[in-house]
């Protein structure tokens, strides 16, 4: 059986029924592995729950947090949230690719990096943390997560996904995911700059500044697409401290 102690410690979150996360982790190819007349249980059924859970959590807290918005910026600000590549990138940042239980097929075609396997596997996450927790534990959590990727939500989130853009671009030639690397933080507490780095084949990409180690590397991913859409050639590979 996988071991998810770090995984659990990355989500800040121990499971009383660890068997809810295994479930959650359990890619429907093993069903079909598995063939007709085996019921092997996978994690569609939590996919489905997780969904709602954070359609729920994230709706509630722009509608409290923007009270002048309208339902349009609303929603358009809940699907930046919660689109695909979006979740992707959850998936990415909590490791799951590394947790999932595949069948030999997926495994050998690249299932760990894929990035629909990957935000399946987050929403069914939730929605195992759903079960087990309950709704302010999980939402709770979310909101840590998502906080971590757009910023404090101060504002509406950006409708443009540079790190998801990129991500979708360089994996239509390669299985590979970009890495960010953190170079530098400077200045005083209450105003941090990070700089962070993309890479990816061993080459630099970008560089990026930004009030958060997230925001840095949104910069950077920008940096790095604007470079790949001109058809710069990257720069050679770059040490990352």
């Known amino acids: 059986m996988i071991n998810t102690v770090e995984l659990e410690q990355d989500l800040g979150y121990q499971f009383q029924d660890r068997q809810l996360l295994y479930l959650a982790l359990t890619h429907p190819s093993l069903a079909h592995e598995a063939g007709v007349g085996h019921q092997q249980q996978h994690n569609q059924r939590l996919e489905f729950l997780?969904?709602?859970?954070?359609?729920?959590?994230?709706?509630?807290?722009?509608?409290?947090?923007?009270?002048?918005?309208?339902?349009?910026?609303?929603?358009?600000?809940?699907?930046?949230?919660?689109?695909?590549?979006?979740?992707?990138?959850?998936?990415?940042?909590?490791?799951?690719?590394?947790?999932?239980?595949?069948?030999?097929?997926?495994?050998?075609?690249?299932?760990?990096?894929?990035?629909?396997?990957?935000?399946?596997?987050?929403?069914?996450?939730?929605?195992?943390?759903?079960?087990?927790?309950?709704?302010?534990?999980?939402?709770?959590?979310?909101?840590?997560?998502?906080?971590?990727?757009?910023?404090?939500?101060?504002?509406?989130?950006?409708?443009?996904?540079?790190?998801?853009?990129?991500?979708?671009?360089?994996?239509?030639?390669?299985?590979?995911?970009?890495?960010?690397g953190l170079i530098s933080v400077s200045g005083p507490d209450h105003n941090r700059q990070f700089e962070s780095v993309v890479t990816h084949d061993g080459n630099e990409l970008g560089r990026g500044r930004g009030r958060s180690k997230k925001l840095a590397e949104s910069a950077a991913a920008s940096v790095a697409l604007r470079r790949l859409k001109e058809g710069d050639n990257p720069p050679p590979p770059t040490p990352v401290p």
């Open 50 to 180: 997780g969904d709602a859970v954070l359609q729920l959590v994230l709706t509630a807290e722009l509608y409290l947090r923007f009270p002048g918005q309208g339902e349009g910026p609303l929603t358009q600000a809940r699907a930046q949230l919660v689109n695909r590549t979006s979740l992707a990138t959850q998936g990415i940042e909590l490791k799951l690719g590394r947790y999932l239980i595949l069948s030999r097929g997926e495994e050998t075609t690249g299932g760990r990096q894929r990035s629909s396997t990957l935000a399946d596997a987050f929403e069914a996450v939730i929605g195992a943390l759903y079960i087990d927790a309950g709704y302010e534990r999980t939402r709770e959590l979310v909101l840590r997560l998502f906080t971590s990727s757009f910023g404090e939500l101060a504002e509406l989130p950006n409708l443009d996904n540079p790190k998801g853009e990129l991500q979708e671009l360089l994996q239509a030639s390669s299985p590979e995911p970009p890495k960010y």
